[in-house]
Protein backbone atom coordinates (compact mmCIF):
# COMPACT_ATOMS: atom_id res chain seq x y z
CA UNK A 1 0.00 0.00 0.00
CA UNK A 2 2.73 2.46 -0.19
CA UNK A 3 6.32 3.14 -0.48
CA UNK A 4 9.17 3.23 2.52
CA UNK A 5 11.77 5.87 2.00
CA UNK A 6 15.23 5.94 3.68
CA UNK A 7 13.63 8.96 5.77
CA UNK A 8 11.27 6.97 7.20
CA UNK A 9 8.71 8.99 5.35
CA UNK A 10 5.95 6.75 4.82
CA UNK A 11 3.14 7.71 1.26
CA UNK A 12 0.17 6.21 1.13
CA UNK A 13 -2.28 6.63 -1.39
CA UNK A 14 -5.80 4.54 -0.57
CA UNK A 15 -8.95 5.42 0.72
CA UNK A 16 -9.68 8.30 3.77
CA UNK A 17 -10.73 4.84 6.06
CA UNK A 18 -7.28 3.08 5.59
CA UNK A 19 -5.13 5.79 5.06
CA UNK A 20 -6.54 6.99 9.00
CA UNK A 21 -5.92 3.45 10.37
CA UNK A 22 -2.27 3.23 8.67
CA UNK A 23 -1.38 6.83 10.02
CA UNK A 24 -2.70 5.67 13.83
CA UNK A 25 -0.78 2.64 13.61
CA UNK A 26 2.36 4.57 12.55
CA UNK A 27 1.83 6.74 15.25
CA UNK A 28 1.31 3.94 18.01
CA UNK A 29 4.31 2.44 16.88
CA UNK A 30 6.54 6.39 17.46
CA UNK A 31 6.60 7.69 13.84
CA UNK A 32 5.29 11.42 13.06
CA UNK A 33 2.31 10.69 11.45
CA UNK A 34 0.60 12.78 8.92
CA UNK A 35 -2.79 11.78 7.07
CA UNK A 36 -3.70 14.42 4.57
CA UNK A 37 -6.71 14.16 2.22
CA UNK A 38 -9.39 16.20 0.73
CA UNK A 39 -10.88 17.82 3.65
CA UNK A 40 -14.84 17.06 2.63
CA UNK A 41 -13.21 12.94 2.31
CA UNK A 42 -11.45 12.72 5.23
CA UNK A 43 -13.32 13.85 8.29
CA UNK A 44 -16.72 12.59 6.33
CA UNK A 45 -15.52 9.05 5.01
CA UNK A 46 -13.08 8.59 7.79
CA UNK A 47 -14.91 9.88 10.64
CA UNK A 48 -14.82 6.44 12.03
CA UNK A 49 -11.51 6.08 12.52
CA UNK A 50 -10.82 9.31 13.37
CA UNK A 51 -13.20 8.86 16.65
CA UNK A 52 -11.87 5.43 17.45
CA UNK A 53 -8.45 4.68 16.28
CA UNK A 54 -7.26 8.51 16.60
CA UNK A 55 -8.94 9.84 19.59
CA UNK A 56 -9.96 7.38 21.93
CA UNK A 57 -6.81 5.47 21.32
CA UNK A 58 -4.69 8.61 21.71
CA UNK A 59 -2.73 7.97 18.95
CA UNK A 60 -0.74 11.23 18.12
CA UNK A 61 -2.19 11.72 14.09
CA UNK A 62 -1.54 14.82 12.45
CA UNK A 63 -4.81 14.92 10.27
CA UNK A 64 -4.51 17.40 7.46
CA UNK A 65 -7.55 18.40 5.67
CA UNK A 66 -6.53 20.02 2.32
CA UNK A 67 -9.00 22.25 0.41
CA UNK A 68 -11.69 22.68 3.16
CA UNK A 69 -14.70 24.92 2.62
CA UNK A 70 -15.83 25.94 -0.42
CA UNK A 71 -12.20 25.20 -1.97
CA UNK A 72 -13.63 22.88 -4.97
CA UNK A 73 -16.12 25.72 -5.64
CA UNK A 74 -18.01 24.73 -8.50
CA UNK A 75 -17.68 20.81 -7.66
CA UNK A 76 -20.48 21.87 -5.26
CA UNK A 77 -21.84 20.58 -2.09
CA UNK A 78 -20.38 16.87 -2.01
CA UNK A 79 -16.95 18.35 -2.44
CA UNK A 80 -17.31 20.88 0.38
CA UNK A 81 -16.29 20.72 3.50
CA UNK A 82 -18.78 22.79 6.01
CA UNK A 83 -19.03 20.05 8.99
CA UNK A 84 -15.79 19.58 9.44
CA UNK A 85 -15.85 22.15 12.97
CA UNK A 86 -18.72 20.64 13.81
CA UNK A 87 -18.50 16.48 13.59
CA UNK A 88 -14.94 17.44 15.25
CA UNK A 89 -15.65 19.48 17.75
CA UNK A 90 -18.18 16.39 19.29
CA UNK A 91 -14.88 13.76 19.59
CA UNK A 92 -13.15 14.17 22.62
CA UNK A 93 -8.97 14.18 22.43
CA UNK A 94 -8.41 16.09 19.64
CA UNK A 95 -7.17 19.39 18.63
CA UNK A 96 -8.36 21.89 15.82
CA UNK A 97 -6.76 24.44 14.58
CA UNK A 98 -7.34 26.69 11.31
CA UNK A 99 -4.66 28.48 10.15
CA UNK A 100 -5.20 31.79 8.26
CA UNK A 101 -2.01 32.90 6.42
CA UNK A 102 1.57 31.44 5.79
CA UNK A 103 2.94 32.76 8.88
CA UNK A 104 0.39 30.72 11.41
CA UNK A 105 0.66 27.76 8.61
CA UNK A 106 4.28 26.89 9.38
CA UNK A 107 4.08 27.49 12.91
CA UNK A 108 1.07 25.35 13.13
CA UNK A 109 3.10 22.68 11.18
CA UNK A 110 5.99 22.48 13.71
CA UNK A 111 4.05 22.45 16.66
CA UNK A 112 2.17 19.78 15.41
CA UNK A 113 4.94 17.59 14.39
CA UNK A 114 5.70 17.35 18.01
CA UNK A 115 2.33 17.64 19.62
CA UNK A 116 1.56 14.03 21.34
CA UNK A 117 -2.15 14.06 21.12
CA UNK A 118 -4.34 13.73 18.12
CA UNK A 119 -4.90 17.42 15.64
CA UNK A 120 -7.02 18.01 12.91
CA UNK A 121 -5.17 20.76 10.80
CA UNK A 122 -7.53 22.47 8.06
CA UNK A 123 -6.19 24.53 5.21
CA UNK A 124 -7.58 26.17 1.68
CA UNK A 125 -6.57 26.14 -1.41
CA UNK A 126 -5.73 29.64 -2.62
CA UNK A 127 -3.22 31.81 -1.81
CA UNK A 128 -3.32 33.96 1.16
CA UNK A 129 -1.25 37.44 1.88
CA UNK A 130 0.56 37.72 4.78
CA UNK A 131 -1.46 39.39 7.48
CA UNK A 132 0.64 40.50 10.11
CA UNK A 133 3.98 41.86 11.31
CA UNK A 134 2.64 43.42 14.83
CA UNK A 135 2.15 39.98 16.41
CA UNK A 136 4.25 37.11 15.68
CA UNK A 137 3.18 34.72 18.22
CA UNK A 138 1.71 31.50 17.75
CA UNK A 139 0.19 28.84 20.30
CA UNK A 140 -2.42 26.33 20.10
CA UNK A 141 -5.36 27.47 22.17
CA UNK A 142 -4.15 31.33 21.85
CA UNK A 143 -6.12 33.82 19.27
CA UNK A 144 -4.17 36.13 17.61
CA UNK A 145 -4.91 39.50 17.35
CA UNK A 146 -3.93 40.99 14.19
CA UNK A 147 -5.47 44.33 14.29
CA UNK A 148 -6.44 46.43 17.24
CA UNK A 149 -9.86 48.57 17.67
CA UNK A 150 -12.42 49.46 20.41
CA UNK A 151 -15.80 49.60 18.01
CA UNK A 152 -16.53 46.10 17.64
CA UNK A 153 -14.66 42.56 17.37
CA UNK A 154 -14.35 40.13 14.29
CA UNK A 155 -13.68 36.97 15.24
CA UNK A 156 -12.40 34.53 12.03
CA UNK A 157 -10.38 31.51 11.12
CA UNK A 158 -8.70 30.53 8.13
CA UNK A 159 -9.33 32.07 4.77
CA UNK A 160 -11.92 34.42 5.79
CA UNK A 161 -9.47 36.15 8.53
CA UNK A 162 -8.25 37.95 5.22
CA UNK A 163 -11.67 38.97 4.61
CA UNK A 164 -12.07 40.03 7.91
CA UNK A 165 -8.90 42.14 8.00
CA UNK A 166 -10.10 43.92 4.87
CA UNK A 167 -13.52 44.83 6.56
CA UNK A 168 -11.66 46.78 9.09
CA UNK A 169 -9.28 48.62 7.13
CA UNK A 170 -12.68 49.83 5.14
CA UNK A 171 -14.91 50.32 8.36
CA UNK A 172 -12.18 52.72 9.67
CA UNK A 173 -11.37 54.47 6.05
CA UNK A 174 -14.75 55.06 5.42
CA UNK A 175 -16.61 55.16 8.41
CA UNK A 176 -14.44 56.42 11.40
CA UNK A 177 -15.04 52.56 13.39
CA UNK A 178 -12.23 50.80 14.48
CA UNK A 179 -12.41 46.75 14.66
CA UNK A 180 -9.84 43.91 16.55
CA UNK A 181 -9.96 41.41 14.53
CA UNK A 182 -9.14 37.71 15.85
CA UNK A 183 -7.84 35.09 13.81
CA UNK A 184 -8.85 32.38 16.65
CA UNK A 185 -7.07 29.60 14.41
CA UNK A 186 -7.76 27.25 17.32
CA UNK A 187 -11.32 26.40 17.42
CA UNK A 188 -10.63 23.49 20.17
CA UNK A 189 -9.36 24.15 22.88
CA UNK A 190 -11.02 27.57 22.64
CA UNK A 191 -8.95 30.46 24.30
CA UNK A 192 -11.98 31.32 27.24
CA UNK A 193 -9.59 33.79 28.41
CA UNK A 194 -9.53 36.25 25.44
CA UNK A 195 -13.70 35.79 25.26
CA UNK A 196 -13.28 36.69 28.90
CA UNK A 197 -11.53 40.14 27.87
CA UNK A 198 -14.30 40.36 24.51
CA UNK A 199 -17.01 39.87 27.46
CA UNK A 200 -15.76 42.62 30.05
CA UNK A 201 -15.38 45.13 26.79
CA UNK A 202 -18.93 44.87 26.24
CA UNK A 203 -18.74 45.59 22.76
CA UNK A 204 -20.46 44.11 19.65
CA UNK A 205 -18.92 40.56 18.20
CA UNK A 206 -19.05 39.52 14.71
CA UNK A 207 -17.98 35.65 13.83
CA UNK A 208 -17.07 34.74 10.40
CA UNK A 209 -16.40 31.10 9.39
CA UNK A 210 -15.76 29.30 5.91
CA UNK A 211 -18.50 26.64 7.44
CA UNK A 212 -22.04 26.30 8.38
CA UNK A 213 -23.51 28.58 11.09
CA UNK A 214 -24.36 25.06 12.84
CA UNK A 215 -21.45 23.81 15.28
CA UNK A 216 -18.44 25.96 13.85
CA UNK A 217 -16.32 28.67 15.52
CA UNK A 218 -19.51 30.99 15.56
CA UNK A 219 -21.85 28.81 18.06
CA UNK A 220 -18.40 27.82 19.79
CA UNK A 221 -17.91 31.43 20.91
CA UNK A 222 -21.45 31.85 21.34
CA UNK A 223 -21.70 28.59 24.03
CA UNK A 224 -19.15 29.57 26.14
CA UNK A 225 -19.73 33.57 26.06
CA UNK A 226 -23.54 33.36 27.31
CA UNK A 227 -22.74 30.78 29.49
CA UNK A 228 -21.01 32.76 31.19
CA UNK A 229 -23.37 35.84 31.37
CA UNK A 230 -21.66 37.84 28.42
CA UNK A 231 -23.96 40.78 27.30
CA UNK A 232 -22.08 41.66 23.97
CA UNK A 233 -24.57 42.04 21.04
CA UNK A 234 -23.30 38.97 19.21
CA UNK A 235 -23.71 37.56 15.12
CA UNK A 236 -22.73 34.35 13.61
CA UNK A 237 -21.87 34.58 9.52
CA UNK A 238 -21.21 31.62 7.77
CA UNK A 239 -22.59 29.07 5.36
CA UNK A 240 -26.40 28.79 6.32
CA UNK A 241 -28.37 25.52 6.61
CA UNK A 242 -29.26 24.81 2.85
CA UNK A 243 -27.22 23.29 0.23
CA UNK A 244 -24.62 25.72 -1.32
CA UNK A 245 -24.43 28.01 -4.28
CA UNK A 246 -22.76 26.49 -7.73
CA UNK A 247 -19.85 28.86 -8.29
CA UNK A 248 -16.29 29.85 -7.31
CA UNK A 249 -14.86 30.04 -3.77
CA UNK A 250 -14.96 34.00 -4.07
CA UNK A 251 -18.58 33.67 -5.62
CA UNK A 252 -20.39 31.72 -2.64
CA UNK A 253 -17.92 33.90 -0.55
CA UNK A 254 -19.88 37.30 -1.84
CA UNK A 255 -23.16 35.14 -2.18
CA UNK A 256 -23.11 34.16 1.21
CA UNK A 257 -22.20 37.66 2.63
CA UNK A 258 -18.39 36.45 3.99
CA UNK A 259 -16.32 38.56 1.44
CA UNK A 260 -15.02 42.02 2.90
CA UNK A 261 -17.85 44.07 1.40
CA UNK A 262 -20.88 41.38 2.98
CA UNK A 263 -18.83 41.67 6.48
CA UNK A 264 -18.54 45.52 6.21
CA UNK A 265 -22.09 45.69 5.39
CA UNK A 266 -22.82 43.59 8.86
CA UNK A 267 -20.41 45.72 11.39
CA UNK A 268 -22.37 48.78 9.88
CA UNK A 269 -26.38 47.43 10.87
CA UNK A 270 -24.84 46.09 13.83
CA UNK A 271 -23.26 49.28 15.25
CA UNK A 272 -26.41 50.99 13.81
CA UNK A 273 -28.96 48.86 16.37
Not at 52 to 80: E, F, R
Not at 123 to 139: A, D, H
Not at 143 to 167: F, P
Request: proline share 4%.
Amino acid sequence: FGQKYPNQIVEVGIAEQNLVGVAAGLASAGKKAFAVSPACFLTARALEQIKNDVAYSDNPVKLVGISAGVSYGALGTTHHSLHDFAVLRAINNITIVVPADNFETEQAVRLAANLKQPIYLRFGKKSVPFLSEENQTFEFGKGRVIREGTDLTIIANGETVQHAWQAAEVLEQQHGITTKVISMHTIKPLDTELLDDLAKAGKPIITVEEHMVNGGLGEACASYLFQQGARNPFHIMGIPDEYTVTGSQNDIFKHYGISCDGIVAKAVLVLKN
